[in-house]
């Protein structure tokens, strides 16, 4: 499994808009954290947040997750990168 540190990766976020989605497993008040923490320091970073959206586990994934999972999803903003697929 390959990790990149919030440190590492703030600077390849800049590159283009970006949506942030934040998943927990029976633990929102954590997943706010992060997700402010987050928002602050991409917003500290110089990029450019679009959207954020926040979602709880459904029951089956918490099963194999775990209770007080978390869950981060960095993606491009829809539109903000050239799909070679539509050319």
């Known amino acids: 499994i390959y990790t990149l540190s919030l440190h590492d990766a703030l600077p ?34 110089g990029a450019v947040l679009t959207s954020v959206l926040r979602s709880h586990a459904d029951p089956a994934l918490a099963a194999h997750v775990g209770p007080g999972a978390l869950g981060v999803v960095v993606a491009p903003a829809l539109g903000a990168v050239d799909d070679p697929l539509q050319a």
């Open 12 to 45: 390849i976020l800049v590159i283009v808009p970006v949506r942030l989605a934040v998943h927990d497993a029976g633990a929102a008040a954590a997943a706010q954290e992060l997700e402010d923490e987050l928002a602050e320091a991409m917003a500290a970073s």
